[in-house]
């Protein structure tokens, strides 16, 4: 599949997604500069999330509606302030777009329903997200899938149950280029909740791209994901995490960035193909195995001891392996010290 001109697949390098979420802090100066940095440290796209409060939630403070878990970055904000805070300005995606193209960096979104998705279709998007907390919502994808983008979805915590039935939605709706991000909705993640065994697994269960959606710290579980089949990264990007924000604490700063990209792309390239034997770059090295060489100078008719036959650097002589079979023969012409073993030095009958 292909966003843009972009292939995405085995054969490409893993597909290098910033999600810019909330760090641009309400400010489309800092939007506009996180899309310079996205570009200038190695992604291939921009990702916004494209919502309102009033879209997302109510503006109530009843139960469910405000976060109650102690540990959460976001602990006792109310739902819709902390969407109002998020979310970015729907007259900045345009710019933003914009600015994204004048890279080559393709910039597209997350819809989170019916009248966010017709404004990404009115600005004409290259693909959508369906982030993790939306996998369930089944008109939410058709309608995302009716666009005929691709998708890229989050699995976040679906049953393989739930998965089924939001790929079924989408292919059925008309989705033909789909990829699954292996995601762990917790932010930020610990690698011991990241389950990346799960990528090979989602594509033989449902025969589509496997990404990882990663909230962890650093780029170990990124690199692990590309060695495990990861065709798509997605990482959370802010300017420096130190600004704050509603995402900033889990988010991959500029330098990181850069260094995702390499990471990823050096696991990539060394999972390779099945093989075995010296490859072309290791055919020099053959030289450096041991085999047998003669030790000692030796004249015709002189018989091989242990002596006078050796198993050294570098690898011109036969083999070690014929050692035993080789001792207790006679050469049948005179050796000097450094000749490699062959069995054309063997003679042919024992001189009188």
Known sequence: MKILDRTIGPSERPYLIAEMSGNHNQSLERALEIVDAAAAHGADA?????????????????????????????????????????????????????????????????????????????????????????????????????????????????????????????????????????????????????????????????????????????????????????TVIEKHFTLRRADGGVDSSFSTEPLELRQLREETERAWQAVGNIAYGPTAAEMKSLAFRRSLYIAQDMKAGDVLTLENLRCVRPGFGLPPKHLDSLLGQRIGRDAVAGTPMAWSLLATEVPQ
Not at 49 to 65: D, K
Not at 66 to 74: G, L
Not at 125 to 142: C, Q
Not at 193 to 205: M, V
């Open 46 to 230: 921009i990702k916004l999330q494209t919502y309102t409060a009033a879209t997302m939630t109510l503006n109530v403070r009843m139960p469910g509606f405000v976060i109650e878990d102690p540990k959460s970055y976001w602990a006792g904000r109310q739902l819709y302030e902390l969407y109002e805070e998020a979310h970015t300005p729907w007259d900045w995606h345009a710019p933003i777009m914009a600015r994204a193209a004048s890279h080559g960096l393709a910039c597209f979104s997350s819809a989170f329903d019916a009248t966010s998705v017709e404004f990404l279709e009115s600005l004409n998007v290259p693909a959508y997200k369906i982030a993790s907390f939306e996998n369930t919502d089944l008109p939410l994808i058709r309608r995302v899938a009716a666009t005929g983008k691709p998708i890229i979805m989050s699995t976040g915590m679906a049953t393989a149950g739930e998965i089924d039935e939001a790929v079924r939605a989408a292919r059925e709706a008309g989705c033909q280029d789909l990829v699954l991000l292996k995601c762990t909705s917790t932010y930020p993640a610990t690698a011991d909740n990241t389950n990346i065994s799960t990528i090979p697994h989602l594509r033989a269960l449902f025969g589509c791209e496997v990404g990882l959606s990663d909230h962890t710290m650093g780029c170990g579980v990124s690199v692990a994901a590309t060695a495990l089949g990861a």
